[in-house]
């Protein structure tokens, strides 16, 4: 596919605005992460919401779970391993959760109290059931633009960060990468590595991604579609 280099303009916000959205993205992580935690032992995804009588003090109520294996109690998944970072949409539509063990990216609609139900996933090597995205592996970690039009998965084996574009329903389709080496299909940018983990900025204009191996951190302006430039490097 052929990535789009034109700049669109990017929707500025006011303060409040940026205030409201970085609070409740706060909160949305603070979730997401314990979920994963939780998630990585068993390989599965566990759906939490607030308690009724002490929704102010934080208290979690377990309402499902869903899993690789087949577990009592819980909804098996299709054959991706869920036991890996997990990001919620900023619409709240959608909770998409990259593996590291199988190399890619699933994608679940919410319904009524949160409840999830999958609806597709995208994986570097052939898996029954998922698309092939074969340019680099989906497994580090995903971040989601603030406008809610790009997912960017970072690979941990292949030091690449691949973009997707979010369609009706959430579902996602690649329209580009950018790798550490070099990679058929994709951009590369040398300078450092992009292992994980990965994020974007409240006014969704840049994205940045860190690695492990390398200590360094690097910084990508969003064009057109969510295409990534890579701009600068620490």
Do not use: W
């Amino acid at each position: 596919k052929v990535l789009s280099t034109a700049t669109v303009p990017i929707p500025q916000m006011t303060r409040a605005q940026r205030h409201h959205r970085q609070s409740r993205a706060t909160r949305m992580r603070t979730v997401v992460a314990a979920l994963t935690a939780c998630g990585l032992a068993a390989g599965g995804l566990v759906t939490v919401a607030a308690a009724p009588a002490v929704a102010a003090a934080g208290d979690l109520t377990q309402t499902e779970c869903i899993s690789q294996a087949s577990i009592s109690g819980c909804t098996t998944a299709l054959p991706p391993s869920l036991g890996g970072a997990a990001a919620l949409s900023m619409d709240a539509a959608n909770v998409y959760v990259a593996s590291l063990t199988s190399g890619s990216i699933t994608t679940f609609t919410r319904g009524a109290g949160g409840a999830l139900t999958q609806t597709g996933c995208i994986s570097q090597a052939p898996i029954s059931g998922c698309t092939t995205a074969p340019q680099s592996s989906l497994g580090g970690a995903a971040a989601l633009s603030m406008d809610a039009a790009n997912v960017y998965v970072t690979g941990y084996t292949s030091n690449a960060v691949t973009t997707f574009t979010r369609g009706v329903g959430g579902e996602l389709t690649q329209t580009g990468c950018v790798s550490h080496e070099a990679i058929s299909g994709c951009t590369t940018a040398p300078q450092s590595s992009l292992a994980r983990p990965v994020g974007v900025s409240m006014d969704a204009a840049n994205v940045y991604v860190t690695s492990e191996g390398t200590d360094s951190g690097t910084t990508f302006t969003r064009g057109g579609g969510g295409a990534l430039t890579q701009t600068g490097c620490i």
